[in-house]
């Protein structure tokens, strides 16, 4: 139980497009999604939280209009980098629980901008 | 911000327990701690948590001191599919909602 899936896995997109990545909790409800950064040998940096039908908290120094997210469902929260540049390059991982569970996670999307 | 300090690195002899110590010596009364590895490239997996008993389960035992000022994950037969980062991780409750926040972790490498 407790499957996080996360889509694409893997995305090239052009210096200046905007690239959407999905979360789906797969068989159970997520009252609350968070959305990782993880750059090459470095930790994860949490960048927002989202509860579904609310607007997204984010991180200091995360900027919003850049990071769109949208957690429209219990089940579904989208992650859309508008005018992707090269340093956007990253990999960025979800993750779901439901109140008072451990958090679990989608297996990540690998964002490369040329 | 992560409340939380592990070794950078570690090995293990296949076959053998693994150890991985973590302080939180500013832990407070209702924070669980969580552990959690990442396999290169994928999302982090869930193994154990606990607020103050040990727990066991079947990937690893936690062990809290008394004074919860720190653990430690132990993976009984190490195998070479245990070489991961661990990342052991305090919840903190904020205003926006119990975060996760990642500290740096330990790589933990299983050598046959």
């Known amino acids: 139980g407790a499957v996080v899936s996360q889509h694409p896995s893997w995305v090239i997109c052009k210096s200046g497009t905007s690239v959407k990545i999905e979360c789906r909790s797969l068989?159970?409800?997520?009252?609350?999604m968070f959305w990782y950064r993880q750059f090459p040998k470095q930790s994860l940096m949490l960048m927002a939280t989202?509860?579904?039908?609310?607007?997204?908290?984010?991180e200091q120094g995360v900027e919003k209009d850049k990071f769109l997210i949208n957690h429209a469902s219990l089940t579904l929260s989208t992650l859309t980098v508008t005018s992707a540049h090269p340093e956007d390059s990253s990999f960025y991982i979800c993750?779901?629980?439901?109140?008072?569970?451990?958090?679990?996670f989608g297996n990540g999307t690998r964002l490369t901008v040329t | 911000d992560a409340k939380t300090t592990q070794p950078t690195s570690m090995d293990c002899a296949e076959g053998r327990a693994a150890n991985l110590p973590c302080n939180h010596s500013?832990?407070?009364?209702?924070?669980?701690v969580y552990w959690y590895r990442q396999i290169h490239s994928q999302g982090p997996q869930y193994i154990i948590h606990?607020?103050?008993n040990n727990e066991t389960n079947e990937m690893a035992s936690l062990i809290i001191t008394e004074d919860r000022k720190s653990s430690t994950l132990i993976l009984p037969h190490a195998t070479l599919r245990d070489t991961a980062v661990y990342y052991c991780?305090?919840?903190?409750?904020?205003?926006?909602?119990?975060?996760?926040?990642f500290g740096t972790g330990t790589s933990l490498t299983v050598i046959p």
């Open positions: 993750s779901a629980r439901l109140t008072a569970s451990p958090l679990h």
């Open positions: 068989d159970f409800q997520a009252t609350t």
């Open positions: 989202s509860n579904e039908g609310s607007k997204a908290t984010y």
């Open positions: 500013t832990i407070s009364g209702n924070e669980y």
């Open positions: 606990g607020l103050k």
């Open positions: 991780i305090v919840r903190a409750s904020t205003n926006t909602g119990n975060q996760f926040y």
